[in-house]
């Protein structure tokens, strides 16, 4: 086993089978997976409803601050790495100039999360160090170099990383959260140990490839050229990011807590369905420009939706055992919410992995934009218009993405096949 995971981390060769790759990732992130369903029912025991809005509320800072950091590079940057993989020359100033990107949008976020904290605001009484956790937090999910990974098709090393980056996590959670006064801490043990592995296998992979110093000039051609995307990552991410503090704002933080439990439940099942986009995306990148073998394409597309419909089925199915065993009693209301959002793994299917990377790959990036930037004020507007409870803002995210599944996955296989003729 240990043999084959070796065979699978390393470069793939063009001869390496698309389906065994896919059945590799997916056996990695199964693997990764049962991770959190050991965790999660750790931090809802130990941090209980008051622990898990607090954390929920720093995450949904950082979920904020992630937007400006990761600045849609994991899109665009992986574009730029997959078209660029045979050219060093150019793949060496991407890398360069996209590091140097990011090294500047987090040096910005300090300097915000500074004065927020030193000013007369809201974070400033008693949430500063949550604050500064949810930034902690977001970090390495936003400069994990995912996009370089993805680029050249070195997906498998970054998920057997981020699978000992849990092992790691979970432990550290275990040893040192212990109550609510420890939901900083809980987000920190989930950052710090996938810190430490991402930064020795990041220059793994740098060294062979190689890097530029980045210029203010080069910063600032690869900030505009991605600015669409930044802005799709705001429609994507604000309204995932806005809605917890908004709920907390009109409900209480009970409902942030039944809402959070179950959202983080069927946010680990749409995970599933990471290991395809992986695959697809920077493939899609390469050969979409010049669309081939329809036939082909209408199995992926058929493949995607069924893989994402049976997942919603089974979280709908096993909502309440789920609820009841993973988070325990105390959050036995975020059941009602679960069987409802049971069915964002079939939305993500056609929104994100068909609709989303499909059209990106395309170079649809202002219609995905806009897409989104209306879809997520639409939100926005009804969460503060109506102030919804717990269970009516489940059922607003999943009309939402309903909506965007239909709409992208159309789009996509219109384009798709007005180019193929």
């Given at each position: 086993?240990?043999?084959?995971?070796?065979?699978?981390?390393?470069?793939?060769?063009e001869?390496?089978?698309?389906?065994?790759?896919?059945?590799?990732?997916?056996?990695?992130?199964?693997?990764?997976?049962?991770i959190?369903?050991?965790?999660?029912?750790?931090?809802?025991?130990?941090?209980?409803?008051?622990?898990?809005?607090?954390?929920?509320?720093?995450?949904s800072?950082?979920?904020a601050?992630?937007?400006?950091?990761?600045?849609?590079?994991?899109l665009?940057?992986t574009?730029?790495?997959?078209?660029?993989?045979?050219?060093?020359?150019?793949?060496?100033?991407?890398?360069?100039?996209?590091?140097?990107?990011?090294?500047?949008?987090?040096?910005?976020?300090?300097?915000?999360?500074?004065?927020?904290?030193?000013?007369?605001?809201?974070?400033?009484?008693?949430?500063?160090?949550?604050?500064?956790?949810?930034?902690?937090?977001?970090?390495p999910?936003?400069?994990?170099?995912?996009?370089?990974?993805?680029?050249?098709?070195?997906?498998?090393?970054?998920?057997?990383?981020?699978?000992?980056?849990?092992?790691?996590?979970?432990?550290?959670?275990?040893?040192?959260?212990?109550?609510?006064?420890?939901?900083?801490?809980?987000?920190?043990?989930?950052?710090?140990?996938?810190?430490?592995?991402?930064?020795?296998?990041?220059?793994?992979?740098?060294?062979?490839?190689?890097?530029?110093?980045?210029?203010?000039?080069?910063?600032?051609?690869?900030?505009?050229?991605?600015?669409?995307?930044?802005?799709?990552?705001?429609?994507?991410?604000?309204?995932?990011?806005?809605?917890?503090?908004?709920?907390?704002?009109?409900?209480?933080?009970?409902?942030?807590?039944?809402?959070?439990?179950?959202?983080?439940?069927?946010?680990?099942?749409?995970?599933?369905?990471?290991?395809?986009?992986a695959?697809?995306?920077?493939?899609?990148?390469?050969?979409?420009?010049?669309?081939?073998?329809?036939?082909?394409?209408?199995?992926?597309?058929?493949?995607?939706?069924?893989?994402?419909?049976?997942?919603?089925?089974?979280?709908?199915?096993?909502?309440?055992?789920?609820?009841?065993?993973?988070?325990?009693?105390?959050?036995?209301p975020?059941?009602?919410?679960?069987?409802?959002?049971?069915?964002?793994?079939?939305?993500?299917?056609?929104?994100?992995?068909?609709?989303?990377?499909?059209?990106?790959?395309?170079?649809?990036?202002?219609?995905?934009?806009?897409?989104?930037?209306?879809?997520?004020?639409?939100?926005?507007?009804?969460?503060?218009w109506?102030?919804?409870?717990?269970?009516?803002?489940?059922?607003?995210?999943v009309?939402?993405?309903?909506?965007?599944?239909?709409?992208?996955?159309?789009?996509?296989?219109?384009?798709?096949?007005?180019?193929?003729?």
């Amino acid at each position: 086993i240990i043999r084959r995971l070796r065979n699978f981390a390393r470069k793939p060769s063009e001869a390496t089978n698309m389906r065994s790759r896919l059945a590799g990732l997916w056996a990695l992130q199964m693997a990764g997976y049962l991770i959190p369903l050991i965790t999660i029912p750790l931090l809802a025991r130990r941090l209980g409803p008051d622990g898990w809005s607090a954390m929920a509320w720093a995450q949904s800072l950082g979920l904020a601050a992630g937007i400006f950091l990761e600045y849609g590079f994991n899109l665009s940057a992986t574009r730029a790495v997959s078209r660029f993989r045979e050219d060093p020359g150019n793949l060496r100033v991407v890398v360069g100039q996209t590091l140097g990107a990011q090294a500047c949008v987090l040096s910005g976020l300090v300097i915000a999360f500074l004065t927020l904290t030193s000013i007369g605001t809201p974070v400033r009484t008693g949430m500063s160090g949550l604050a500064w956790f949810g930034l902690l937090w977001t970090v390495p999910q936003s400069v994990s170099l995912q996009w370089l990974f993805h680029g050249l098709d070195r997906v498998g090393a970054l998920a057997m990383a981020m699978f000992a980056a849990r092992v790691l996590s979970w432990g550290a959670i275990w040893l040192w959260v212990r109550g609510p006064e420890d939901a900083g801490w809980a987000l920190a043990c989930q950052s710090i140990p996938t810190m430490l592995v991402l930064a020795p296998l990041g220059w793994w992979v740098l060294r062979p490839v190689g890097w530029e110093w980045p210029t203010m000039g080069g910063i600032a051609r690869v900030l505009r050229d991605g600015a669409a995307l930044f802005w799709y990552r705001i429609g994507l991410v604000g309204f995932a990011a806005a809605v917890p503090a908004m709920l907390a704002g009109q409900h209480g933080p009970q409902e942030l807590a039944w809402f959070s439990g179950a959202e983080r439940l069927a946010r680990a099942g749409t995970s599933l369905l990471d290991p395809v986009g992986a695959l697809l995306y920077p493939r899609w990148a390469r050969e979409l420009a010049a669309p081939r073998r329809g036939e082909a394409m209408g199995k992926r597309v058929a493949a995607v939706a069924g893989m994402g419909l049976a997942l919603s089925l089974a979280l709908y199915w096993l909502a309440d055992p789920l609820v009841r065993l993973l988070l325990g009693e105390r959050f036995a209301p975020s059941t009602k919410m679960l069987s409802i959002l049971a069915w964002l793994p079939c939305g993500h299917a056609l929104a994100s992995v068909l609709g989303t990377q499909g059209l990106l790959a395309m170079g649809a990036d202002r219609l995905v934009l806009v897409s989104y930037l209306v879809t997520a004020g639409a939100g926005l507007a009804a969460q503060g218009w109506f102030a919804p409870d717990a269970v009516g803002t489940a059922w607003l995210c999943v009309g939402l993405l309903a909506l965007q599944g239909i709409w992208f996955g159309s789009v996509f296989l219109w384009r798709y096949r007005r180019n193929a003729c």
